[in-house]
């Protein structure tokens, strides 16, 4: 699966989590608006926090276990430093756009309105997004089971929308920023994080124990 379709499943699946309902919507792409808040079971704020330090640990445990020897170990620090670049993108763009949450109010053309308004774009949905593309791009074609990462993103991005942390731009948004630096990231032949770290780093925890 390339990239411009990954891109696209992300695109119709926020659009379906748009038209859900009879809405007013707005936004960049007209298709913003509030679902009915819902902070309960699978969508438990908890839930959403668990899946972010789950993946966190996985790609360091991994990127550090594996080391950058072989196949596997690169994918892994490829999608470390994805996931980086991914925060890193996210943090600069949320402060840019200060785009007000549909927790803060129902509008969704509130731009640019200071700090502390952080909606635009959702750094957790991209961090997730980022972290897996290098996988499914490496592993989809042979193993099509890989395409199932893509649940994790898809998940958090409902989530999100539904306890009004984020508008549907907003998810949309990421899940196109964090699979183009998940591709930037596996179309480089080193890891940045290991070209930088001390060269020990390219050989796997595994392999020293």
């Known amino acids: 699966m390339t990239v411009s379709k990954l891109a696209r499943c992300a695109a119709c699946t926020v659009l379906a989590i748009a038209c859900s309902g009879a809405f007013a919507a707005g936004g960049p792409f007209g298709i913003d608006h509030r679902l009915a808040y819902d902070n309960s079971g699978i969508w438990k704020r908890q839930n959403q926090n668990v899946l972010q330090g789950a993946v966190g640990v996985a790609v ?26 991914g925060a890193v993108s996210t943090e600069v763009l949320k402060r840019t756009f200060s785009r007000t949450r549909p927790a803060e109010s129902a509008d969704p053309n509130l731009w640019f309105q200071g700090k502390h308004h952080n909606s635009f774009p959702s750094g957790e949905v991209a961090f997730v997004t980022s972290a897996v593309t290098p996988f ?26 539904k306890v009004r942390a984020h508008w549907q731009s907003d998810v949309l948004a990421s899940f ?13 032949g080193t890891s940045m994080a290991v070209d930088v770290l001390p060269g020990g780093f390219s050989i796997g925890l595994k392999t020293r124990f």
């Open 60 to 85: 360091v445990a991994g990127a550090l276990w594996e080391g950058d020897g072989d196949r596997i170990g690169r994918v892994w620090w490829q999608s470390l430093d994805a996931a980086v670049i």
């Open 136 to 161: 499914v791009l490496e592993y989809g074609r042979e193993h099509p089971a890989a395409y199932a990462l893509e649940l994790l993103p898809l998940y958090d991005a409902v989530a999100r929308v």
């Open 176 to 188: 196109v920023l964090g699979t183009a630096v998940g591709y930037y990231a596996h179309s480089r």
